[in-house]
């Protein structure tokens, strides 16, 4: 490797450690906090060691085995998340559409949980790391909730000059924070040397036969140390396979095994430090620096999921389960790294609101973990169907592999269940409310097209008729975008009603999106000639592609298809839904919301990058 690449690794291994593992290193904050706290188990000597065998294997297994090496083998073209594999899935199940509709349905659930793991990851972080003020200061407890506002404001606001830059800042930062916690871990380990007798498997066995209920109900906080693994996943295409591994086996899990096992010696030396083992670690001291540095921290952890929640929304724009929206692209050298500025708006009021209305880090442990480990439940099928139908895993090494996997999923999102009264049900709604938005969308598109198609000219009888019966013609090409090429666009025939001619050159362009992130060169153009000068044009984009039409008719022009822009017209229909009609579609509100989802979408044109100065559009109006 030569000294510039290594270098480049070096560089997004270090921004990897401050946007993709802010999360899981900052879950130090609070994971065995909960375990211990006043719903958790008594703090016993082998209930100790018990719970930090169970972190540490959860680390071991979760993130070093399943999302390391299995998940992140799942990438779509350099692509992560589970939208990119929600589409992987389903390109490796085209012969079955009864899968496909269950892939489908599994990915955008899993994507609408991964919204509510986006607002719930920002303000628990947050609030407990700004909670170090209780400990420092008690009488200072009143502006927890104030501070933790004003640091999810400043970090909403950061968003626009992208993942790269904030990487830039808080990968040096991060690297501090886990220096710093693996140093308080080693002073921690010191006072009580036995604690590494965790490492071995059988206290975590042993902590469930001795605890029975009490220890299922324990993994609903262990699962705290893994959270952050969706956002690691999904933010793979923001810095690449190798410094995401390079940053975890070498700094990260070092530095978080030895925190656990120091806060585990402390709790043992003085049992009264489970109120928070974390702060209780640090020297006096270094208290309120230690309350700066972990504030730092919990703004770097709300940024993985964040970034996760932009690649996320990207993608499911391009596979049309969400309405377009402005994406900006904040990097020149990583494609992933964008910012959604409706998004950020929507979590940081979200984010927000749970702040204020869940105010401790305690109640929110409660709403913490369903949707995190429902997306690892489904992140886990839908790799299974990916190994059995692409890698071509025989089903006995599927099933081993799926077995292994799932009990540890399905045992942590179990234990997540019971939280459901006491706060779980907020991420839950949350998920809800975007799986309902996404499935209508996806649906209203569909019953657009059908209404579209249905009342549609075939194309051929449409240019034997224009042959036979000319109309004036005009210089120049037109361009009609049409979601289907083999029936007339309705602008097409509007302009000859109105307008009463029609251009040397007329085009119907059809712009596609490919379930893959990249088209490959060969795929992103075809053309077809047809008579009486008019022609069939497919662009193809992969979904993680921005759809420029008139840099990809500027590769057509390459190709020997040439396009003049002064002298070419884009022609568009706009579409005006209506709802409420006797047409077999949807339910009536489900059409209504249908109607205001298309309404506030971003202009197709605007979308495809098409210069308003060589734009016409042309209403329709179209009944679902």
């Not at 020297?283 to 964040?306: D, E, G, K, N």
């Not at 298309?598 to 009944?623: D, H, K, S």
């Amino acid at each position: 490797m030569q000294a510039s690449s290594k270098r480049r690794v070096a560089a997004l291994a270090l921004g990897a450690v401050g946007v993709v593992y802010g999360d899981i290193g900052t879950s130090p904050l609070y994971t065995l906090k909960e375990v211990f706290g006043p719903h958790g188990v008594p703090a016993s000597h082998d209930n100790v060691l018990g719970a930090l065998s169970l972190v540490f294997w959860s680390l071991i297994l979760v993130v070093s085995v399943k999302y390391l090496l299995f998940i992140m083998r799942a990438d779509n073209k350099g692509e992560g998340g589970i939208m990119a594999l929600m589409a992987l899935a389903q390109r490796s199940a085209r012969d079955l559409p009864r899968l496909r509709l269950a892939i489908a349905v599994l990915g955008i659930f899993g994507a609408a949980l991964f919204y509510g793991d986006g607002v719930i990851t920002p303000a628990m972080s947050v609030l407990s790391a700004v909670e170090g003020l209780k400990v420092a200061a008690p009488h200072l407890e009143h502006y927890v909730v104030p501070i933790t506002v004003g640091v999810i404001l400043a970090l909403c606001w950061v968003q626009k000059r992208g993942t790269e830059r904030i990487g830039a800042v808080f990968g040096p930062v991060c690297a501090v924070w886990f220096v710093s916690i693996a140093a308080l871990g080693v002073l921690g380990i010191a006072r009580h040397p036995t604690v590494l007798y965790a490492l071995l498997p059988t206290y975590g066995v042993e902590f469930f036969t001795h605890n029975h209920a009490e220890a299922f109900f324990a993994l609903g906080a262990v699962v705290l140390a893994v959270t952050g693994t969706e956002a690691l996943y999904a933010d793979m295409g923001h810095f690449g396979k190798g410094p995401i591994r390079l940053a975890w086996f070498n700094f990260v899990l070092p530095a978080l095994v030895l925190n656990y096992f120091g806060q585990g010696a402390l709790i043992l030396h003085d049992p009264g430090a489970i109120a928070n083992p974390f702060y209780h670690l640090v020297p006096r001291a270094l208290l309120y620096p230690m309350i700066a540095l972990a504030t730092a921290a919990a703004v770097i952890a709300s940024q993985a999921v964040i970034s996760g929640a932009f690649s996320m929304t990207r993608e499911a724009m391009q596979l049309g389960y969400v309405p377009r929206m402005q994406v900006m692209h904040t990097s020149h050298e990583m494609s992933g790294q964008v910012f959604v500025p409706w998004i950020n708006r929507a979590l940081l009021v979200l984010i927000v609101l749970a702040v204020v209305g869940f105010r401790s880090s305690d109640n929110l442990g409660s709403a913490y973990g369903i949707a995190v480990t429902g997306t690892m439940v489904i992140t886990t099928l839908l790799a299974l169907i990916v190994a059995r139908r692409q890698w071509g895993w025989s089903v006995p090494a599927v099933i081993v592999v799926g077995m292994g996997l799932l009990t540890v999923d399905l045992g942590f999102f179990s234990a997540n269940i019971i939280k459901i009264e006491s706060g779980g049900w907020f991420p839950l709604a949350l998920g809800l409310v975007v799986f309902l938005l996404m499935t209508t969308w996806r649906r209203g598109r569909e019953l657009v097209v059908r209404e579209i198609q249905q009342g549609g000219l075939a194309i051929a009888p449409f240019i034997v008729n224009m042959t036979e019966h000319p109309p004036v013609r005009v210089a120049g090409t037109a361009v009609f975008l049409t979601g289907n090429a083999n029936t007339v666009p309705h602008a097409l025939l509007h302009n000859l009603k109105h307008n009463k001619v029609l251009h040397e050159r007329n085009v119907l362009l059809t712009v596609e999106t490919l379930e893959t992130p990249l088209a490959e060169a060969d795929e992103q153009i075809e053309w077809t000639a047809l008579d009486g000068g008019f022609g069939r044009l497919r662009l193809r984009f992969g979904f993680a592609e921005d759809p420029d039409v008139p840099a990809r008719l500027a590769q057509a022009g390459r190709g020997g298809i040439a396009f003049d822009m002064m002298d070419t017209t884009f022609f568009v229909s706009r579409e005006s839904v209506v709802a409420g009609t006797r047409r077999r579609g949807m339910a009536l509100w489900r059409e209504k919301l249908f109607v205001m989802m298309a309404r506030n979408a971003m202009p197709a044109t605007a979308f495809f990058q098409i210069p308003g100065n060589r734009l016409i559009e042309l209403g329709a109006q179209v009944e679902i």
